[in-house]
């Protein structure tokens, strides 16, 4: 039973927790100004039942080819032997599930809520499960994992009801783009497991160094779109920086040595926290100047 929970627990993979609960949160809370039920429900969703769901789905699915990818079986993904694969599927549905049934229920009277959340729901199972597997569909599976983050923001954004300003608009176009290329970039560093077990992505299609300069072109549009918010929003603009700086040394990377690209994967999972840190700062001072509103 440990077993099978430590096992769970690190198919969820918690370093990336925050991804998701922290976009719904910092929205929602912004947004409304008071802790409620709402928060609560929809943060712990998107806090661990989310990401089991998403990761662990993951995990079950591509079992063959993480066996061949060194950087799995911790922090960055569990290798779930077949044993629990029907466990973690199970897990991921108990647990999601009463959580969605009260989000839909609070969210009765913003019916536009459910769509974002079935769509954001569709977007963590289309991207594995067999029959959809969009993480196989070159471009798509960027975007999908993309969706898997901005979705919690937008999500909160219709659940609070608020009304949405052109700054709104431009700041989560330039999330996506950043969701894009933080996937594009993670995809690099499994070309070589991902191409011997015959699974297609971005990076296997456009090869190591276009894609890694794909993602320095969308954290670099992120940073560029960020710009046309009022001041001081603006400043959010700088937050490309670092990504960019810390995946420069492999814009020339080939194939054979992609799996090199996990070095700077490892400081883009810390630099996410520092990032989140300065951008937490930053909405605050633009929720008291009411930029957003």
Not at 41 to 55: E, H, I, R, S
Not at 82 to 105: E, G, K, N
Not at 178 to 183: L, P
């Amino acid at each position: 039973m440990i077993e099978t929970a430590k096992a769970l627990f690190i198919a969820s993979r918690p370093l990336s927790w925050i991804n998701t609960a922290y976009p719904f949160a910092a929205v929602y809370l912004l947004t409304i100004g008071t802790i409620d039920v709402v928060l609560i429900v929809g943060t712990l969703f998107f806090l661990v039942p989310y990401n089991l769901a998403m990761y662990g789905v993951n995990d079950v699915f591509d079992y063959e080819s993480d066996l061949a990818n060194p950087r799995k079986g911790g922090a960055e993904g569990a290798k779930l032997p077949p044993r629990l694969h029907r466990t973690t599927l199970v897990a991921a549905a108990v647990l999601a599930i009463p959580f969605v049934i009260a989000l839909v229920v609070l969210g009765a009277d913003r019916p536009m809520s459910w769509l974002v959340l079935a769509i954001s729901l569709f977007a963590v199972l289309a991207y594995s499960v067999r029959g959809l597997r969009f993480k196989e569909i070159p471009v798509l599976d960027s975007i999908t994992s993309s969706t898997h983050f901005v979705t919690p923001a937008l999500y909160a954004l219709a659940l609070a009801g608020t009304t949405v300003t052109p700054a709104i608009v431009i700041t989560m176009i330039a999330f996506f783009c950043w969701g894009m290329a933080s996937h594009a970039f993670g995809a690099v560093q499994d070309i070589v497991p991902d191409r011997d077990a015959g699974i297609g992505s971005i990076a296997t299609v456009f090869g190591a160094a276009t894609t890694v300069r794909i993602a320095v072109g969308l954290w670099a549009l992120a940073g560029v779109l960020m710009l046309f918010v009022p001041w001081p929003a603006n400043l959010a603009a700088l937050a490309a920086v670092p990504y960019i700086a810390i995946v420069a040394p492999f814009l020339r990377i080939d194939d054979a040595h992609s799996a090199e690209a996990n070095r700077a994967w490892r400081r883009f999972l810390a630099i996410n926290y520092a990032v989140g840190f300065a951008i937490t700062m930053l909405l605050i001072v633009c929720t008291i100047e009411g930029l957003f509103a």
